[in-house]
Nanobody, 116 residues
Framework: QVQLVESGGGLVQAGGSLRLSCTAS????????MAWYRQCPGKERELVAS?????????NYADSVKGRFTISRDVAMDTVYLQMNSLKPEDTAIYYC????????WGQGTQVTVSS
């Protein structure tokens, strides 16, 4: 079992920045890729960014956030971060942390609201 706890959401004006954190606990030794997803109002949940934990730290980003968001990871602390810069109103969503360890685990979600 893996538990994920996110933090760092909030309300910010367009152009501002936020940093999300997600810390895993439990059977974390089996975690490889950690990811952030988001669910915008009225839309399906979508992948925002992912990072592998195999030493290479390969990252992957949705086209909509490339150049604005940066995913990083502290492997020793089992924590993944999402630095979000130049935020836009369309980034408003609930952001979820995600890992796959024999099955998919989700955090409880953290609300990000960007005002215009």
């Amino acid at each position: 079992q893996v538990q994920l706890v996110e933090s760092g959401g909030g309300l910010v004006q367009a152009g501002g920045s936020l940093r999300l954190s997600c810390t895993a606990s439990g059977s974390t030794f089996s975690i490889n890729t950690m990811a952030w997803y988001r669910q915008c109002p009225g839309k399906e949940r979508e992948l925002v960014a992912s990072i592998r934990g195999d030493g290479y730290g390969v990252t992957n980003y949705a086209d909509s956030v490339k150049g604005r968001f940066t995913i990083s990871r502290d492997v020793a602390m089992d924590t993944v971060y999402l630095q979000m810069n130049s935020l836009k109103p369309e980034d408003t969503a609930i952001y979820y942390c995600n890992v796959f360890v024999f099955k998919t685990y989700w955090g409880q979600g953290t609300q990000v609201t960007v005002s215009s």
